[in-house]
């Protein structure tokens, strides 16, 4: 749309273009810049000045050295006391934050030795706690493990006895078959032995077994009975030891009771 | 931690047996199979050898029995002839229990005197000493006698070794066959014959009295039951009624005679015979077959073989008016041939056990029956008159023999017997 309008305007625009950039370099070369004039005040006036003024200037001049040294004086001395004090702030200060320092430290330790004392002591009381908890403990253990061994004892007794009780039984059982086999194989049972017939001999042994002696308790067989036990008796000596010295007896009752042979 | 006081206090209390503790052992059974004696040489104190070895008769009886163990004679460390020469001691130490010693000594009559005694090892005590006269011939009896009151002194049981046997022998082929009635000493010597038949003889009975024997003999050609005075040989018919005359059983009292008979209807039942009037009674009336019957010691009942079960078994029958028979045997098929012991309390019986026949003791109350042989056909059980042994018939080697068994069971022996076959042996009662 633009490239329309632009070929219509262009040749006007460009002539009046350059008539004004003419114009302008014409104006430019008119109106170049010449040389500027010294504005500094030339210091030939001064010699015009009398002496006394210049004695005046020369007194206000010492007197304002005098007073400016005097000023610089004073302003130095109490740059110095600014400084000294300053100074002695700062030392103070220092001295201050030293002290502060210390009594921090001393509190500090003063706090730690509290510390460390009641520490100590917290301890110590600890121990003594412990001590006496152990103490307490010990004495209850004392008494548990002596109730303790106490009660293992007497279950070991218990069990002993038992134990020997029934090794004892054991033992005697075994003594009792030892001597029924060794006088069933001496006994020659007769034949027709009634039924029912039963004879009871005490026998009289020493140790070693020898028989020393026998009587006949109740006896209900006859006398081919008696005979035949009598010198079953006599052919048993020495009977069979017991395993066990102590299950020796003086006197053993032998109970002779055919065993049934006829249904 | 020390032991406590008391703990060895304890264990030492319980090292001591219980006063009621006191050791009781029970005896049950006799495991010795005999009684270990010796029987010493008898002393004889005139010139010459001795007439009869005695000791030696003795010490084979004893020995046969089973039940007791003669030392052998080389053995001995010593051979007294009284009582008061035995030194128990040494006996002892042999582990001989009883010794037999004694004399033999010339009469002036010409008899012999018998002096014996009995010691027991044990006490050094004489049991027995008694003195009996014989002559030359009865030496052996003599013996005998010996051995039957060392036998019951020792035993409790009277001896049966003077007693007898009585058995049927077999021989010859089958064309020419012989059979005998014999009789003999228990131990099988001395054998005298008492009937001889071609023909079957068949189930000896002893009268109580020992003199004489029923049998069956089958020479007249038919059965017929004899009573023979073994003494005099005097032979008395019984009972010849048509059919079946069989198993003579005498009455305790030898009075009577108990029989099996089929007479006319040809039904074997048990009949009672007594013997003087020839009086006969019928016992049992049953269509199966009733025989061997036995009677009770005390005469009141009479066992016997009945099949009326379908199999035999053994029945008692009271003799009392209406009684009716019992069945006594329940175990096993086959029992029969009852033989009851002296003292009425078993039967001998024939059982068939585990395919053989064998004999058995049966409990007479309760039934119960205890197997005692162990042969293949053991039959004709015979009971000793002191009831301690039972006498059968058994095969031995294809033949038959003679065997005696305990009635314990416990001992077994062979009967010494003669060639040819021997059949259905009767123990004879004790001599009166």
Known sequence: MSAAVRPVIAPAGWSVALHLVLAGLLFVGLTLPQPEAPLEILPIDAMVVDQAVILAASRQRREVERRQAEARRREQVEAEARLEEAERVERAEAERLVEEQRRLELEQATQAKARADAEARRKAEQQAQAKAAAERKRATDDARLRAEREADLRARLAEEEQRTGAAFQGLKAQYIRAIQAHVEQRWFEPPGIGQGASCTVHVMQIPGGEVVGMRFGTCNGGEAMRRSIETAVRNASPLPPPPEPGLFEREIRLVFTPKEQKH | ?432
């Open chain 2, 1 to 432: 931690m020390r032991r406590p006081w008391w703990l060895p206090l304890l264990l030492f209390t319980l090292a001591i047996p219980r006063a009621d503790a006191q050791l009781t052992v029970q005896i049950l059974r006799g495991m010795a199979e005999s009684v270990p004696i010796a029987v010493v040489p008898l002393g004889w104190d005139a010139p010459g050898a001795a007439p009869y070895d005695v000791a030696a008769t003795v010490e084979a009886d004893l020995g046969r029995s089973g039940r007791f163990r003669p030392l052998p004679r080389g053995q001995m460390l010593e051979l007294p002839h009284d009582a008061a020469g035995v030194d128990v001691a040494d006996w002892r130490m042999l582990k001989v229990d009883y010794v037999v010693v004694g004399q033999l000594s010339p009469l002036p009559d010409g008899r012999f005197e018998l002096r014996y005694e009995l010691v027991q090892a044990a006490t050094g005590e004489r049991l027995l000493g008694a003195t009996l006269p014989a002559d030359r011939g009865a030496l052996k009896l003599a013996s005998h006698r010996v051995s039957d009151a060392i036998y019951e002194r020792i035993l409790g049981v009277r001896g049966a070794f003077s007693t007898r046997i009585a058995y049927v022998a077999v021989d010859g082929p089958a064309s020419a066959r012989g059979y005998r009635l014999v009789v003999a000493d228990a131990d099988g010597a001395n054998e005298r014959v008492a009937f001889e038949s071609p023909q079957p003889i068949l189930s000896p009975a002893w009268s109580p009295d020992g003199r004489s024997l029923a049998y069956v003999s089958f020479h007249s050609g038919l059965p017929a039951v004899y009573v023979q005075t073994l003494r005099t040989g005097e032979r008395t018919r019984v009972s010849a009624y048509s059919g079946i005359n069989g198993a003579p059983g005498f009455s305790p009292d030898g009075s009577q005679l108990a029989l099996a008979l089929s007479r006319r209807d040809g039904n074997v039942d048990i009949y009672v015979l007594t013997l003087a009037s020839k009086e006969l009674r019928r016992l049992t009336d049953d269509p199966a077959i009733d025989t061997e019957p036995a009677w009770t010691p005390d005469g009141r009942s009479i066992y016997f073989t009945s099949d009326r079960a379908g199999a035999p078994q053994v029945y008692r029958l009271g003799l009392g008016e209406g009684e009716r028979p019992r069945r006594i045997t329940f175990e096993g098929s086959y029992n029969a041939r009852p033989r009851v012991s002296p003292d009425g309390r078993e039967l001998a019986v024939v059982t068939l056990d585990r395919g053989a026949y064998r004999i058995a003791a049966v409990d007479a109350e309760r039934g119960t029956l205890r197997v005692l042989t162990s042969g293949r056909l053991d039959e004709s059980p015979s009971w000793a008159p002191n009831g301690a042994d039972v006498i059968y018939a058994t095969r031995e080697g294809g033949r038959g023999v003679l065997a005696i068994v305990a009635a314990d069971g416990r001992v077994q022996q062979r009967l010494a017997a003669s060639a040819g076959e021997v059949r259905e042996p009767a123990w004879s009662p004790f001599a009166r």
